[in-house]
């Protein structure tokens, strides 16, 4: 079984930061691309961030210049540093991952979700 867990969100007022985790466990052959979604109240889920397996990034539009996303593949872990935060980055953000196990080539796996709340 995968698992990835999700860590770091909470409450913030608008231009302070947050660091949000997301650590997969369970029989991981390998990681492929990583990433973070979020879903406003009412609003379809988007993507906010992704990285590859060699690292190469990419970002919505509203989140450039202020989210950076990275991994620690040793760890088995991405992350998604938020700076400069506005209320509208509020909402529930998850993570996935493409994991390869002994049995599958590649299934894309999702967290439980933290929620991410900017007060004015």
């Known amino acids: 079984q995968v698992q990835l867990v999700e860590s770091g969100g909470g409450l913030v007022q608008a231009g302070g930061s947050l660091r949000l985790s997301c650590a997969a466990s369970?029989?991981?052959?390998?990681?492929?691309?990583m990433g973070w979604y979020r879903q406003a109240p009412g609003k379809q889920r988007e993507l906010v961030a992704a990285?590859?397996?060699?690292?190469?990034?990419n970002y919505a539009d509203s989140v450039k210049g202020r989210f950076t996303i990275s991994r620690d593949n040793a760890k088995k872990t991405v992350y998604l540093q938020m700076n400069s935060l506005k209320r509208e980055d509020t909402a529930v953000y998850f993570c996935n991952a493409d994991i390869a196990t002994m049995v599958s080539q590649g299934y894309v796996y999702w967290g439980q979700g933290t929620q991410v709340t900017v007060s004015s």
């Open positions: 990285i590859t397996a060699r690292f190469n990034t």
């Open positions: 369970g029989n991981i052959f390998r990681i492929n691309a």
